[in-house]
């Protein structure tokens, strides 16, 4: 470290030169790299977790690179030592150069980004403590031979612990001199480690195991024999707790044993992992196609992608389990991302039910304990496979063979905030390159980015496999659009049409099963006309305007939060002169009430964020609703995940509006693809389904793709409208974000920061902006943001953070989105 420093370090005593390292310091005061010194008897490489000294504290740090010579500016008398190496070589190479990669292309300080990849509180300060190694030291004759005074004294210390520990802090206060050298002196002989104890409440979970020593032990009472024997037949090793249970033996009888040196009572680390239950299961014989998709894979060897199309229901994820079958067999493991675990606990048994407990599951909803164990489990480095979401794609697994990103176009695999705002998507593919692995991308309804990815530079490395058929020759179901103008006009207000009503009344009377999908709450605030159908427009930007209302007797207003053009609502319908001008947003309790209101016996399962909250909570319902305990499954975005339940045979889409009109270039691409996934979920056993598609505007070209669910055919239209306004696939956009408590401080900011941006000399962006963002306060924090188009054959450079931050002024927060997903 640069700064003044009393601890002077004297250069190695053999002459040998000084190593010098570069630690990546985890303190809030921190930027950018520190130097220290590495003492002689103390090995360091790359990629170490390391203490440091920092300010007066000590702090965690990472080993980032060694150099022999010292960066020329700096003085070797003002550098301190690090204090110590924590865990060696916990970052491979590779990973390492993954984080910097992510860091580098996402505008983010490489610390930050570690701290995404790691479990939280993984490198904070914890405590630090030192331990004796084992209990049997030498004499004490040569002892004293081999230590100093201060290393007997540590050593005396150490021994009066009971668990041959003590937290460094507790060593300080007994008086040893230069208590880092001592500890050094007693590591280098090998009596003592030092550990970093993991942060509060995330400590292993340790449990009293009993363990078998001698097969025939001698002279043992008989109550004695029967434990013993008992143990052995269950393998030699049991927890006391069950060992006690089972043989109904007091705790005395194993403690004789252990006395008589049969078996040993030891606490182990028990690895918190999910209750879970499945039974067994085999695989299944392939479909044509889906043999001819195995093939293709299993016959890659490195680096290479794979999107593999298939319809809903055709047998993807049967294809990922027989992929990673031998993967396992070879000692290698797999890594699985899915948008959201909670949602897809059908997806997680049956990789359970085929790899039994070689698979673990890691999100967010783990608590830090579950997590720092799947972690430590991944370090430990068995074969397995890990089911994750997002932030998965970082998990530490060594020697990694195979990365499945199921449902790859899902938005969830994009982090909004905070910074890195990544796309495990992207990650994944450079996590590939890196470890020279295979990534297979599957989905039904694929982005728009992968599809023309594999499809329009055909490289040998890149392969487009489908499966375009479900399993066992099952129809896809028949999707039956309802004009709700024309509803209008006959005289029904409900939001169920006529249709609707009478396939929800003949579920109940035969006995089947359906699912309503109700767009996310909220989440449109789009203006269209009731009669006609009009979506009030943005005149420069092909975007719907989106509805605003500071309080509610204000007066709406409609805004392009692209440009930010703005115009109050008008009271009657531009196109058909109706006053039914009105936004759009109706709520699962909504519904709800007025289904009841129709069907009073309908027995219904609201399936939604309010009644998901709790861990466990999705399995629950769906689990409820598989046994039958409902005829309705009323749910939003959630439902279109991964739900395969064989008697569903009805799907019915209350407003298809609400997913169209969302105000982001994508919202057509999104819309398609949620449509798409909610009608997959009808028909999937053996009776057939079917979809009822609720809309004003069915000559909408999405609803029309839907309804003949040709992914092809609406891809094709759509890419022309991308490449006709150089959006993404055919350009790329970085997002500027800035917000301020000040609506003033915000607007000033953003127009300096996009005067510097368009003083840039080496632009090779358009700026779209500044404009407020969509919902323009948040928090109480004001927002806009300014958007930068790059064609695609340039790098995506912008100005220095630190400038455009600095020109924002102090009362602004600008953050910086490379390859947005969500313009709100
Ligand atoms: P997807 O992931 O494409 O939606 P799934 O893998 O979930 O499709 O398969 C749909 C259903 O068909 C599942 O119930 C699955 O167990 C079953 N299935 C998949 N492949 C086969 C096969 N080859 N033979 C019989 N059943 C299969
Ligand atoms: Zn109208
Ligand atoms: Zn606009």
Same mark, same amino acid.
């Given at each position: 470290?640069?700064?003044?420093?009393?601890?002077?370090?004297?250069?190695?005593?053999?002459?040998?030169?000084?190593?010098?390292?570069?630690?990546?310091?985890?303190?809030?005061?921190?930027?950018?790299?520190?130097?220290?010194?590495?003492?002689?008897?103390?090995?360091?490489?790359?990629?170490?977790?390391?203490?440091?000294?920092?300010?007066?504290?000590?702090?965690?740090?990472?080993?980032? +690179?060694?150099?022999?010579?010292?960066?020329?500016?700096?003085?070797?008398?003002?550098?301190?030592?690090?204090?110590?190496?924590?865990?060696?070589?916990?970052?491979?190479?590779?990973?390492?150069?993954?984080?910097?990669?992510?860091?580098?292309?996402?505008?983010?300080?490489?610390? +930050?980004?570690?701290?995404?990849?790691?479990?939280?509180?993984?490198?904070?300060?914890?405590?630090?403590?030192?331990?004796?190694?084992?209990?049997?030291?030498?004499?004490?004759?040569?002892?004293?031979?081999?230590?100093?005074?201060?290393?007997?004294?540590?050593? +005396?210390?150490?021994?009066?612990?009971?668990?041959?520990?003590?937290?460094?802090?507790?060593?300080?206060? +007994?008086?040893?001199?230069?208590?880092?050298?001592?500890?050094?002196?007693?590591?280098?002989?090998?009596?003592?480690?030092?550990?970093?104890?993991?942060?509060?409440?995330?400590? @292993?979970?340790?449990?009293?195991?009993?363990?078998?020593?001698?097969?025939?032990?001698?002279?043992?009472?008989?109550?004695?024999?029967?434990?013993?024997?008992?143990?052995?037949?269950?393998?030699?090793?049991?927890?006391?707790?069950?060992?006690?249970?089972?043989?109904?033996?007091?705790?005395?009888?194993?403690?004789?044993?252990?006395?008589?040196?049969?078996?040993?009572?030891?606490?182990?680390?028990?690895?918190?992992?999910?209750?879970?239950?499945?039974?067994?299961?085999?695989?299944?014989?392939?479909?044509?196609?889906?043999?001819?998709?195995?093939?293709?894979?299993?016959?890659?060897?490195?680096?290479?992608?794979?999107?593999?199309?298939?319809?809903?229901?055709?047998?993807?994820?049967?294809?990922?389990?027989?992929?990673?079958?031998?993967?396992?067999?070879?000692?290698?493991?797999?890594?699985?991302?899915?948008?959201?675990?909670?949602?897809? @606990?059908?997806?997680?048994?049956?990789?359970?039910?085929?790899?039994?407990?070689?698979?673990?599951?890691?999100?967010?909803?783990?608590?830090?304990?579950?997590?720092?164990?799947?972690?430590?489990?991944?370090?430990?480095?068995?074969?397995?496979?890990?089911?994750?979401?997002?932030?998965?794609?970082?998990?530490?697994?060594?020697?990694?063979?195979?990365?499945?990103?199921?449902?790859?176009?899902?938005?969830?695999?994009?982090?909004?905030?905070?910074?890195?705002?990544?796309?495990?998507?992207?990650?994944?593919?450079?996590?590939?390159?890196?470890?020279?692995?295979?990534?297979?991308?599957?989905?039904?309804?694929?982005?728009?980015?992968?599809?023309?990815?594999?499809?329009?530079?055909?490289?040998?490395?890149?392969?487009?496999?489908?499966?375009?058929?479900?399993?066992?020759?099952?129809?896809?179901?028949?999707?039956?659009?309802?004009?709700?103008?024309?509803?209008?006009?006959?005289?029904?207000?409900?939001?169920?049409?006529?249709?609707?009503?009478?396939?929800?009344?003949?579920?109940?009377?035969?006995?089947?099963?359906?699912?309503?999908?109700?767009?996310?709450?909220?989440?449109?605030?789009?203006?269209?006309?009731?009669?006609?159908?009009?979506?009030?427009?943005?005149?420069?930007?092909?975007?719907?305007?989106?509805?605003?209302?500071?309080?509610?007797?204000?007066?709406?207003?409609?805004?392009?939060?692209?440009?930010?053009?703005?115009?109050?609502?008008?009271?009657?319908?531009?196109?058909?002169?109706?006053?039914?001008?009105?936004?759009?947003?109706?709520?699962?309790?909504?519904?709800?009430?007025?289904?009841?209101?129709?069907?009073?016996?309908?027995?219904?399962?609201?399936?939604?964020?309010?009644?998901?909250?709790?861990?466990?909570?999705?399995?629950?319902?769906?689990?409820?609703?598989?046994?039958?305990?409902?005829?309705?499954?009323?749910?939003?975005?959630?439902?279109?995940?991964?739900?395969?339940?064989?008697?569903?045979?009805?799907?019915?889409?209350?407003?298809?509006?609400?997913?169209?009109?969302?105000?982001?270039?994508?919202?057509?691409?999104?819309?398609?693809?949620?449509?798409?996934?909610?009608?997959?979920?009808?028909?999937?056993?053996?009776?057939?389904?079917?979809?009822?598609?609720?809309?004003?505007?069915?000559?909408?070209?999405?609803?029309?793709?839907?309804?003949?669910?040709?992914?092809?055919?609406?891809?094709?239209?759509?890419?022309?409208?991308?490449?006709?306004?150089?959006?993404?696939?055919?350009?790329?956009?970085?997002?500027?974000?800035?917000?301020? @408590?000040?609506?003033?401080?915000?607007?000033?900011?953003?127009?300096?920061?996009?005067?510097?941006?368009?003083?840039?000399?080496?632009?090779?962006?358009?700026?779209?902006? @500044?404009?407020?963002?969509?919902?323009?306060?948040?928090?109480?924090?004001?927002?806009?943001?300014?958007?930068?188009?790059?064609?695609?054959?340039?790098?995506?450079?912008?100005?220095?953070?630190?400038?455009?931050?600095?020109?924002?002024?102090?009362?602004?927060?600008?953050?910086?989105?490379?390859?947005?997903?969500?313009?709100?």
């Amino acid at each position: 470290m640069t700064s003044a420093s009393q601890s002077v370090v004297p250069n190695s005593v053999t002459g040998d030169v000084t190593v010098w390292v570069q630690v990546l310091v985890d303190s809030p005061g921190a930027q950018g790299l520190y130097t220290y010194s590495v003492p002689d008897n103390c090995v360091v490489r790359s990629g170490d977790i390391l203490t440091v000294p920092f300010g007066t504290q000590l702090v965690g740090g990472i080993a980032l +690179q060694l150099c022999d010579v010292l960066p020329n500016d700096l003085d070797p008398s003002q550098i301190k030592p690090i204090d110590a190496v924590m865990r060696s070589a916990f970052f491979p190479p590779v990973y390492w150069a993954l984080l910097e990669r992510v860091a580098t292309y996402y505008y983010t300080p490489l610390m +930050q980004v570690v701290r995404a990849a790691l479990p939280p509180r993984l490198l904070a300060k914890s405590q630090r403590r030192v331990r004796l190694l084992s209990a049997d030291l030498p004499d004490a004759a040569q002892l004293a031979e081999l230590l100093s005074p201060m290393g007997l004294k540590l050593l +005396q210390i150490l021994q009066n612990s009971k668990t041959g520990d003590y937290a460094w802090q507790f060593l300080q206060r +007994q008086k040893i001199k230069g208590l880092a050298k001592t500890v050094r002196e007693l590591t280098k002989v090998g009596l003592v480690e030092t550990f970093f104890e993991p942060p509060q409440g995330i400590r @292993p979970k340790l449990q009293q195991a009993v363990t078998m020593l001698q097969s025939s032990p001698a002279q043992l009472t008989d109550r004695q024999s029967e434990v013993f024997e008992l143990l052995r037949r269950r393998g030699g090793e049991m927890w006391l707790t069950e060992l006690l249970h089972v043989s109904h033996a007091s705790s005395a009888v194993v403690k004789a044993l252990a006395n008589k040196g049969c078996v040993t009572i030891a606490p182990q680390e028990v690895l918190r992992s999910e209750q879970y239950e499945v039974a067994g299961d085999q695989a299944k014989l392939l479909t044509l196609d889906q043999q001819a998709a195995l093939a293709t894979i299993t016959g890659l060897s490195g680096n290479a992608e794979v999107l593999l199309h298939g319809v809903t229901g055709s047998g993807k994820t049967e294809v990922y389990l027989q992929a990673i079958a031998p993967l396992l067999a070879q000692g290698q493991s797999a890594l699985v991302l899915v948008p959201e675990i909670g949602l897809t @606990p059908q997806l997680t048994d049956r990789f359970r039910a085929r790899f039994g407990d070689r698979v673990c599951v890691y999100h967010s909803a783990l608590s830090d304990g579950e997590r720092y164990d799947t972690w430590r489990k991944m370090l430990m480095g068995q074969p397995q496979v890990v089911i994750g979401t997002r932030s998965a794609v970082f998990a530490p697994l060594p020697n990694l063979g195979l990365i499945v990103l199921d449902e790859e176009h899902d938005s969830s695999f994009k982090q909004d905030q905070p910074a890195p705002c990544y796309h495990a998507r992207m990650v994944a593919q450079w996590r590939s390159e890196l470890e020279n692995c295979p990534l297979i991308l599957g989905s039904a309804t694929p982005a728009l980015e992968s599809w023309q990815h594999i499809r329009t530079a055909p490289v040998p490395q890149r392969h487009y496999l489908s499966l375009p058929e479900r399993v066992g020759g099952r129809a896809m179901p028949p999707v039956k659009v309802v004009d709700m103008r024309q509803e209008l006009i006959g005289g029904n207000r409900s939001m169920f049409s006529r249709r609707l009503q009478s396939a929800i009344r003949e579920l109940q009377a035969t006995g089947k099963q359906g699912i309503l999908f109700i767009h996310r709450r909220g989440y449109s605030t789009h203006v269209s006309c009731r009669s006609c159908g009009f979506v009030m427009e943005c005149p420069h930007c092909d975007v719907s305007l989106s509805h605003h209302q500071t309080h509610p007797d204000a007066m709406s207003i409609l805004r392009c939060h692209y440009c930010g053009y703005t115009q109050a609502q008008p009271s009657r319908c531009p196109s058909c002169d109706s006053t039914y001008l009105k936004h759009f947003g109706s709520g699962t309790q909504k519904v709800i009430q007025e289904l009841k209101r129709l069907f009073p016996e309908l027995r219904m399962l609201r399936f939604d964020s309010d009644t998901t909250r709790t861990k466990g909570a999705h399995r629950a319902l769906l689990n409820q609703f598989a046994k039958g305990e409902a005829d309705l499954l009323i749910g939003t975005q959630m439902l279109t995940k991964g739900i395969d339940l064989p008697q569903v045979t009805l799907v019915g889409i209350v407003s298809a509006d609400g997913v169209l009109h969302l105000q982001d270039f994508r919202a057509s691409e999104r819309a398609f693809q949620t449509l798409l996934q909610v009608a997959g979920r009808a028909g999937r056993g053996d009776e057939p389904g079917q979809v009822i598609l609720q809309t004003y505007t069915p000559e909408h070209p999405v609803v029309e793709a839907v309804v003949r669910q040709n992914y092809a055919e609406f891809v094709t239209a759509e890419l022309g409208l991308r490449e006709l306004l150089d959006y993404p696939p055919y350009g790329r956009l970085i997002l500027l974000r800035l917000s301020s @408590p000040e609506a003033e401080a915000v607007e000033k900011g953003a127009e300096k920061v996009a005067s510097v941006l368009a003083a840039d000399p080496a632009a090779q962006y358009e700026i779209l902006g @500044p404009a407020p963002a969509a919902i323009t306060r948040v928090a109480r924090r004001y927002r806009w943001q300014i958007m930068l188009k790059f064609p695609l054959d340039v790098a995506l450079q912008i100005p220095s953070i630190e400038r455009l931050r600095s020109v924002s002024g102090s009362l602004v927060s600008l953050s910086i989105d490379v390859d947005p997903m969500t313009i709100l």
